[in-house]
């Protein structure tokens, strides 16, 4: 797949198609991976975003500037992820089943204190990010935002890290690029630590659809007129 310029439709044929004939698609998608060891990092459908087996993960293992990013299809991306903030990486090992190593571990900025996760040059379109987090005790408290969506969630049970429950270990922010640019996670720990296991930034459906539906109608006009 090229990420160059209309990297977005390209990515959203192949979805259509893919989903038309009842499978999953990875493209256009990038996975992140917050770990301490690149050799842990989680694989295929790791995450809340249903993806195929051979997904490929963005493994993180340390505050980073300007790391290059692969897609879901393990093709080079323009996307570069910046990794800031008080805090460090602790691994999450022992916390039920160890099957999903996307949230055995973390990073994590202390109590008041800000993570910032910033992917520049993403292409224009609508895209989901998904935000993973953990807690180690009930009654923690993050404050999210994500290019000025702010959520704000208080955990009132202990994670098992087992299963996927939107609002107790993941988030789903929407967010729409008129052009290139910049998507900013932040995470402030307002009761405890702010913690982050993974992302996951992915072309919402719909545009998915639409843009899709139009490349497929390009190349059938493309077809006619051959």
């Known amino acids: 797949m090229n990420w160059t310029q209309g990297s977005l439709k390209m990515a959203a044929t192949v979805g259509v198609a893919v989903l038309l004939a009842g499978g999953v698609a990875n493209a256009g998608v990038i996975n992140i991976d917050f770990n ?20 490929v993960w963005n493994p993180v293992t340390r505050y980073a500037n300007n790391l290059a990013l692969l897609d879901a299809e393990g093709n080079a991306t ?14 999450f090992g022992a916390v039920g089943d160890n099957a999903n190593l996307m949230m055995w571990d ?32 009930a009654g923690e408290t993050i404050e999210f935002d994500v290019n000025g969506i702010s959520k704000t969630i208080t955990q009132t049970v202990p994670n098992t890290q087992t299963t996927f429950a939107q609002g107790t ?8 690029l008129a052009s290139e640019g910049p998507i900013v996670v932040s995470a402030v720990g307002r009761a405890g630590a702010a913690s982050i296991n993974g992302l996951q930034l992915a072309p919402e459906p719909a545009s998915l659809v639409l843009l899709g539906l139009g490349g497929l109608g390009l190349i059938r006009r493309k077809r006619r007129v051959a």
Request: some cysteine; overall charge negative; proline content about 4%.
């Open 36 to 55: 301490n060891n690149a050799n842990l990092t989680a694989s295929g459908d790791a995450g809340a975003y249903s993806q195929a087996p051979d997904a």
């Open 78 to 91: 323009p996307v570069l992820l910046t990794l800031t903030g008080n805090g460090g990486y602790q691994y």
């Open 106 to 137: 973390y990073v994590f900025a202390g109590d008041g204190d800000t993570l910032t996760t910033t992917l520049a040059n993403v292409p224009a379109g609508s895209w989901d990010v998904y935000v993973y987090f953990c807690w180690y005790d």
């Open 169 to 176: 270990n993941y988030e789903v922010f929407n967010v729409a």
